[in-house]
């Protein structure tokens, strides 16, 4: 049973940074990609960003320029560098990995960004 772990969420400053990580326990087979998603009161969820297992990464436009994406090379870890951070970025942020037979979810993780 493959169980993500998210940390590195809190409350920061405008113009602030955090990291975010998820880590699966178990075994992951097939790895496709992994992903951040964010959901904040009152709006749907969005994707933030998503990295392949090629590396390749996609961002959201609203955070294009301050976010970074990465993940390891066991496929296990995924981190999401988040600078310049501002007070629509407050949110829940959830990872996600796609494997070939089945997607894995984080339990969330809060971000607060105080103006």
């Known amino acids: 049973q493959v169980q993500l772990a998210e940390s590195g969420g809190g409350l920061v400053q405008t113009g602030g940074s955090l990291r975010l990580s998820c880590t699966a326990s178990?075994?992951?087979?097939?790895?496709?990609?992994g992903a951040w998603y964010r959901q904040a009161p009152g709006k749907e969820r969005e994707l933030v960003a998503s990295?392949?297992?090629?590396?390749?990464?996609n961002y959201a436009d609203s955070v294009q320029g301050r976010f970074a994406i990465s993940r390891d090379h066991g496929f296990k870890s995924v981190w999401l560098q988040m600078n310049n951070l501002k007070p629509e970025d407050t949110a829940v942020y959830s990872c996600?990995?796609?494997?070939?037979?089945?997607?894995?979810w984080g339990q969330g993780t809060q971000v607060t960004v105080s103006s």
């Open positions: 990295i392949t297992a090629g590396g390749s990464a």
């Open positions: 178990g075994r992951i087979s097939g790895f496709i990609a």
């Open positions: 996600k990995l796609v494997t070939r037979g089945a997607q894995y």
